[in-house]
C-alpha cells in the first residue's frame, strides 16, 4: 500500500500518490506500480499494540467490538482475497465469508497477550476488556506489549543503573 489512501473519499474518487525515492530504487516502484503485486498486510505482527490503544481510546470494549473494528482494517481485506497467506483456508473462507470466527479467534489471541502482561483486564467469559494503567502509558508512549513484558520479567526496585540501561537497550 504504497500511498495508503491518496485523496478525501469526502470530496472526490481520485487522489494523488507521490514518490519520492533515489534513483536506485526508482526501478522497484515503477514494478510494483505496472504489475499491480497485491501488497499483504503485516497488522498482524502489531495487533496486540493496536488493539490496546483502541481500548485506552475507548473505541473498543469488548469482543463483539474488537471484531468489528478489525473489519475496518487492510488485513481484513487481504485475509477475504487471499486467505491462504493468513494461515486459513479457500474452505474456511467459504464457511464464513466475513470471517467473524477468525478475527474473533485473533482480538482473543491479542487480548490474551494484553491480559499477560497486565496492560489490559480481560474477561474470557464476557469477553469484556480494560485498559490498566501500564496499558494506558504505553498506548500514549508507543511503547510495545513485548517491551512491557521485558519490564514486567526483568525490572526490579534493586537495580544499578547499569542493569537498568541493559534492560533499556533490550527494548523492541
Known amino acids: 500500500q504504497i500511498f495508503g489512501r491518496a ?5 472526490g474518487d481520485t487522489g494523488e500518490g507521490i514518490i519520492i525515492t533515489s534513483d536506485d530504487k526508482v526501478d522497484k516502484y515503477i514494478r510494483l506500480l505496472t504489475h499491480a503485486t497485491p501488497i499483504e498486510s503485516r497488522f498482524i505482527e502489531s495487533l496486540a499494540d493496536h488493539l490496546n490503544a483502541e481500548i485506552v481510546l475507548g473505541t473498543v470494549s469488548d469482543i463483539r467490538e474488537a471484531v468489528r473494528w478489525l473489519g475496518y482494517t487492510y488485513l481484513y ?5 487471499n486467505p491462504l497467506n493468513y494461515g486459513m483456508t479457500w474452505h474456511e473462507l ?17 487480548c490474551e497477550i494484553l491480559d499477560k502482561n497486565m496492560m489490559i483486564r480481560f474477561d474470557e467469559n464476557t469477553g469484556l476488556m480494560q485498559f490498566t494503567e501500564t496499558g494506558r502509558i504505553a498506548s ?4 510495545t ?19 537498568i540501561l541493559g534492560l533499556i537497550s533490550e527494548c523492541h
Open 77 to 81: 481485506v487481504r485475509m477475504r482475497a
Open 140 to 143: 500514549h508512549l508507543y511503547i
Open 7 to 11: 485523496g478525501r473519499p469526502q470530496y
Open 145 to 163: 506489549h513485548e517491551t512491557i513484558e521485558l519490564y514486567n520479567e526483568k525490572l526490579h526496585e534493586t537495580m544499578e543503573d547499569s542493569q
Open 94 to 110: 467459504a464457511d464464513d465469508p466475513l470471517l467473524g470466527g477468525k478475527r474473533e479467534q485473533l482480538v482473543r489471541a491479542a
